[in-house]
C-alpha cells in the first residue's frame, strides 16, 4: 500500500478517545509495502510482510502453505501484540519470484526460511502450516 493511503489512514483515527492505542493496533491490521529479501544461490526474491511495532519486539516468522501468500497470516500476526511478524510470499507464491531454475523442493522453500531469520537481529518464533511448517521445520 502506499505511503498516502497510510498517511491519511492514520490521520483518520487521530481524533479517537484513545487514538494512541487505536493508532498502535490498527497500524499492525495494515501491511505495509512487502519488503524484498533475495534466497540464498538461486537469488530469488522474496516478498516479506511485516506487522508489529516500531521498535521492533520479539520476532515471530510466518510460513503459509501452498497456494496461499504471506497475507493468510495478517487476522493472527494483528493480534500477536508487542511482537514483529513476518510473513513471506514462499517463492513461486504471492509477490515472490518463481525459481529460475524450477526448484520448489522442500529445500528450496526451507534455504527460504532459513534466509529470512537469518536477516533478523535475533532468531524468530516460527509459525507454519503444511509446507510452510515443514519447511521451517527443515529449516532449523
Known amino acids: 500500500r502506499g ?3 497510510v498517511d491519511t489512514w492514520r490521520g483518520a483515527i487521530r481524533g479517537t478517545a484513545d487514538s494512541e492505542a487505536v493508532h498502535r493496533n490498527s497500524i499492525r491490521a495494515k501491511a505495509l509495502d512487502a519488503l524484498r529479501v533475495s534466497s540464498g544461490s538461486d537469488g ?3 516478498a516479506v ?4 511495532p516500531d521498535p521492533p519486539g520479539p520476532h515471530v516468522l510466518h510460513a503459509h502453505a501452498t497456494g496461499f501468500h504471506g497475507l493468510v497470516w495478517q487476522p493472527l500476526a494483528t493480534r500477536l501484540t508487542g511482537h514483529s511478524c513476518w510473513a513471506p510470499d514462499l517463492r513461486g507464491h504471492g509477490d515472490s519470484d518463481w525459481a529460475p531454475d524450477g526448484d520448489y ?3 528450496g522453500f526451507a534455504a527460504d526460511i532459513a534466509e529470512i531469520a537469518h536477516v533478523l537481529p535475533s532468531p524468530p518464533a516460527l509459525i ?3 509446507l510452510g511448517g515443514i519447511s521451517s521445520l527443515t529449516a532449523i
Open 128 to 130: 507454519g502450516a503444511s
Open 3 to 5: 505511503r498516502n493511503e
Open 49 to 52: 510482510h511485516t506487522f508489529g
Open 105 to 107: 523442493t522442500l529445500d
Open 44 to 46: 530469488v526474491e522474496l
